[in-house]
């Protein structure tokens, strides 16, 4: 089972939608939840960070994280074709302080 | 604030050269991440320094070397470079390092490999 597991995608949503982008992870004693937005071309840019259970709103952006499912999801409301990237999941496992990466889902916003 | 700053942007090398790719971290931040990117591996962490002391390693050979400066300034080096070296190599800088910090990435140096 991979570290961090994220649907490759293509995501595809209308624009004005809600996108919801998922990701699970293996280590339970993970504590510390990131997701990253990169562009073709270009390097990753942190959107949220995530360390407790519930909701995390940062003006279009929502996410969300339980522990006890092992899952920490991403939703971006009334999405934008500026939208339109790979959405990277990460955290930072307990055994180590590195922090791992998902494989990152593509978003595709249609007009 | 400056943001996270890399050079080269771009260099294309030989077979069996050797590369050295610089990172700037944002002003105050002590750690430094260095990542390689390609398409068929996605991110994948090479090294964490962090107050001049490499603090984790990833899985990769001993051709690839780094080191962090008094300044946090941080330089990483491929040896004896393969045509599967050909990526995009991150550098992201934070406060507190990966111990929980928030990582900013800088434009990222792309190498080819010919």
């Known amino acids: 089972q991979k570290e961090v597991e994220q649907n490759s995608g293509p995501l595809s949503v209308p624009e004005g939608a809600i996108a919801s982008l998922n990701c ?16 073709s ?20 952006f929502t996410a969300q994280l339980n522990k006890a499912s092992q899952y920490v999801s991403l939703l971006i409301r009334d999405s934008q074709p500026s939208d339109s990237a ?8 307990s055994s180590a302080s590195k922090i791992i990466f998902g494989s990152g889902t593509r978003l595709s916003i249609r007009p | 604030k400056a943001g996270v700053t890399q050079t ?11 590369v050295t790719l610089s990172c700037s971290p944002i002003s105050g931040h002590r750690s430094v ?20 002391t490499q603090r984790n390693k990833g899985n990769f050979p001993g ?7 008094s300044n946090s300034r941080s330089e990483m080096n491929v040896s004896t470079l393969e045509l599967g070296d050909s990526a ?9 390092g990966t111990q929980g910090g928030e990582q900013f990435f800088g434009p990222g140096t792309r190498l080819t490999v010919l």
């Not at chain 1, 699970?24 to 562009?39: A, L, M, V």
């Not at chain 1, 270009?42 to 407790?52: G, T």
């Not at chain 2, 051709?63 to 400066?69: H, P, T």
């Open chain 2, 33 to 52: 991440s260095w990542y390689q990117q390609t398409p068929g591996q996605g991110l994948q962490f090479l090294f964490e320094y962090f107050s001049e």
């Open chain 1, 41 to 60: 071309g270009k390097s990753p840019e942190l959107i949220m960070s995530i360390y407790s259970n519930g909701d995390k709103e940062d003006g279009r």
């Open chain 1, 24 to 39: 699970t992870y293996s280590d339970r004693g993970s504590q510390s939840f990131f997701w990253y937005r990169q562009y």
């Open chain 1, 86 to 93: 790979t959405y990277l999941c990460a955290l930072k496992g």
């Open chain 2, 8 to 18: 080269p942007r771009y260099l294309i090398k030989t077979r069996g050269q050797q």
């Open chain 2, 88 to 96: 995009l190599y991150l550098c992201a800088s934070s406060f507190t």
């Open chain 2, 63 to 69: 051709r690839f070397s780094g080191r962090q400066f």
